[in-house]
């Protein structure tokens, strides 16, 4: 079994790929070109956001809003303790400080009460100006935006919706990458739309904001490309990854959000009752970047993951280790008592196989592997 199976996805849509690829590779065109701007402007026109500026990967995506924004020293920006890494990493690369916020332990999300507690300490303290939030949408959930968005309103703040796991999610209102006044995705191959290498993209209503990062993600070209205005970066999709997304995308929308929502389902109702399943509140839809259960215990996560890894059955921990204990930041700069959540989900989370060509039988054997360790272990 995989726990995120991508050669059989390749196999069943394995016509429509390779069409894409050999399309590509008969224009002899490999940077930019109408692969890349048509897929732009579906992914758009699906997350409902007016532009998409594709670009290298997740990270990149992410940094080109925060520098889109102009933010650097003496700007706080607050990111949740419980993510990947590059969704802090970026504001430490520009010069900025990353202010963690617990997170919520049903949904995984940044907790609202955690952020506004934050930003009123950070106004308190006085040394760094609060500016962004970065929302991340855990494991493909949308984050909770009315919350978030009526705690930016009332500090002046800027949402950078991080959609990195969260494409294709949505509420009964938004998709998702809509959230923010930026948002931002990745293609990295396990996420929910993935290429067949690095990629990723940015999403705005703002055509100013449109424009700057067009520019920031081509050396900071002015008129072209050899007109350089500004310090940018060279961060593109390129047109080989655009055809294979173009593919994929068609598969996305046919049924494979679809699928990995059968598959939560069928975990839920087999799992439900045995440990903590994951929770998605009323009117919410995730698209299951990861299928994230909570165990009652550190040795009751590892010695059922030991347990699965006996039975050939492969899982993950999203995420071991919370963000302000990285060694990369200025762990003195953080109090532990600050995040008893996260270091209680790091402890206690584990990622079962997900993805949209999971079979029932596998989702029934995970679960029957999963309920027998629970089990004997009460034995
Ligand atoms: C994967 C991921 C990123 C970074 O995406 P890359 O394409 O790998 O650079 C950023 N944020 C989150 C939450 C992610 O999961």
């Not at 390749?10 to 429509?16: D, G, H, I, P, T």
């Not at 962004?132 to 930016?152: C, Q, S, T, Y």
């Not at 598969?251 to 389902?265: K, T, W």
């Not at 399943?277 to 009751?300: E, F, K």
């Amino acid at each position: 079994m995989e726990f995120r199976d991508l050669k059989k996805q390749y196999l069943v849509n394995k016509s429509e790929i390779d069409h894409e690829i050999a399309e590509v590779l008969e224009t002899g065109r490999f940077i930019g070109g109408p692969k890349v701007s048509e897929l732009e402007s579906e992914l758009a026109d699906y997350v409902g956001m007016k532009h998409c500026i594709s670009c290298a990967n997740g990270t990149d995506a992410l940094e080109l809003a925060l520098m889109a924004w102009g933010i650097g020293r003496g700007d706080a920006v607050f990111v949740p303790d419980f993510t990947f890494f590059s969704s802090a990493e970026v504001v430490s690369i520009l010069g900025a400080t990353p202010i963690f916020v617990d997170v919520d332990s049903d949904t995984f999300n940044i907790d609202p009460a955690a952020l506004e507690a934050m930003i009123e300490r950070t106004i308190t303290e006085g040394v760094y100006e609060p500016k962004v939030i970065v929302a991340v949408d855990l494991f493909g959930l949308p984050a909770n935006f009315p919350e978030i968005g009526r705690i930016a309103d009332k500090y002046g703040l800027k949402i950078l919706e991080d959609g990195a796991q969260g494409f294709g999610g949505m509420t009964a209102k938004e998709r998702a990458c809509a959230f923010g006044d930026i948002s931002t995705t990745s293609f990295f191959p396990a996420k929910p739309l993935g290429c067949y290498g690095d990629g990723g993209a940015v999403f705005t209503n703002d055509d100013d904001t449109d424009a700057l990062i067009r520019s920031l993600c081509v050396h900071g070209k002015g008129k072209m490309k050899y007109d350089n205005i500004r310090i940018g970066m060279n961060s593109r999709l390129d047109s080989l990854q655009a055809g294979i997304l173009t593919a994929k995308f068609r598969a996305f929308r046919e049924h494979e959000l679809e699928d990995v929502n059968n598959a939560a389902a069928l975990y839920k109702d087999l799992l439900g009752d045995i440990v903590k399943t994951p929770y998605v509140p009323q009117g919410y839809y995730s698209s299951w970047a990861q299928y994230t259960i909570q165990l009652n215990s550190r040795d009751q996560r590892d010695g059922l993951q030991a347990y699965l890894k006996e039975a050939g059955i492969p899982s993950m921990v999203y995420y071991i280790k919370p963000m302000h204990l990285q060694k990369a930041f200025d762990s003195n700069f953080y109090r532990d008592d600050d995040y008893p959540v996260t270091m209680n989900l790091c402890d206690r989370v584990l990622s079962l196989p997900m993805h949209p060509y999971l079979t029932v039988d596998e989702i029934k054997e995970v679960a029957e592997a999963v309920a027998s360790y629970i089990k004997n272990e009460q034995k």
